[in-house]
T-cell receptor, first 112, second 112 residues
Framework: SQTIHQWPATLVQPVGSPLSLECTVEGTSNPNLYWYRQAAGRGLQLLFYSVGIGQISSEVPQNLSASRPQDRQFILSSKKLLLSDSGFYLC???????????FGSGTRLTVV | GDSVTQMEGPVTLSEEACLTINCTYTATGYPSLFWYVQYPGEGLQLLLKATKADDKGSNKGFEATYRKETTSFHLEKGSVQVSDSAVYFCALLSGGYQKVTFGTGTKLQVIP
């Protein structure tokens, strides 16, 4: 069966520090991968998506970046965190239209 | 662009009460529609979906009907339980790369 792993579950980082969040999918090949952010009291904002290795599309310009070094691995990074980067980060995957997303359990990031 | 509008929360209901969470959408073409549920501290789970007009999605006692004429996809349940307390997100998929647009979420609290 397909599973998605996301870590860490929680993270507290100082302003200006780097960030690396990792997401891996098991049990499927060539999934579409997505990073979403959920700010406190707000909906989900699509940050990045990827339809294949090395292919990254950015939805919102910001100080975050994403990479897909392997078929089932999706990484969200930042060189210098801002206070406004705090939020709940969710990774998701899907195979095809109408399949629906499968979400990871999320990473709660607090920038202090 | 595509958008989803949900009724504002929080919604507080007594156990066994009827639930309706309104959702309307704006999209080009023929989107697929979804409801996701997020329990406290967790990622999102797909609750139900409908891929064409007049389809009814159902799961765990929840139902929603794809109404093209009113561009709506309201979530309903006849008798809610305390365990249904969560945040519910309406979402649509339209266009390529399976990018999903989410509503802002509606928090439901069910009290005994």
């Amino acid at each position: 069966s397909q599973t998605i792993h996301q870590w860490p579950a929680t993270l507290v980082q100082p302003v200006g520090s780097p960030l690396s969040l990792e997401c891996t999918v098991e049990g499927t090949s060539n999934p579409n991968l997505y990073w979403y952010r959920q700010a406190a009291g707000r909906g989900l904002q699509l940050l990045f998506y990827s339809v294949g290795i090395g292919q990254i599309s950015s939805e919102v310009p910001q100080n975050l970046s994403a990479s897909r070094p392997q078929d089932r691995q999706f990484i969200l990074s930042s060189k210098k965190l801002l206070l406004s980067d705090s939020g709940f980060y969710l990774c998701a995957w899907t195979l095809e239209r109408d399949y629906g997303y499968t979400f990871g359990s999320g990473t709660r990031l607090t920038v202090v | 662009g595509d958008s989803v509008t949900q009724m504002e929360g929080p919604v507080t209901l007594s156990e066994e009460a009827c639930l309706t969470i309104n959702c309307t959408y704006t999209a080009t073409g023929y989107p697929s529609l979804f409801w996701y549920v997020q329990y406290p501290g967790e990622g999102l789970q797909l609750l139900l979906k409908a891929t064409k007009a007049d389809d009814k999605g159902s799961n765990k006692g929840f139902e929603a009907t794809y109404r093209k004429e009113t561009t709506s996809f309201h979530l309903e349940k006849g008798s809610v339980q305390v365990s249904d307390s969560a945040v519910y997100f309406c979402a649509l998929l339209s266009g390529g790369y399976q990018k999903v647009t989410f509503g802002t979420g509606t928090k439901l609290q069910v009290i005994p």
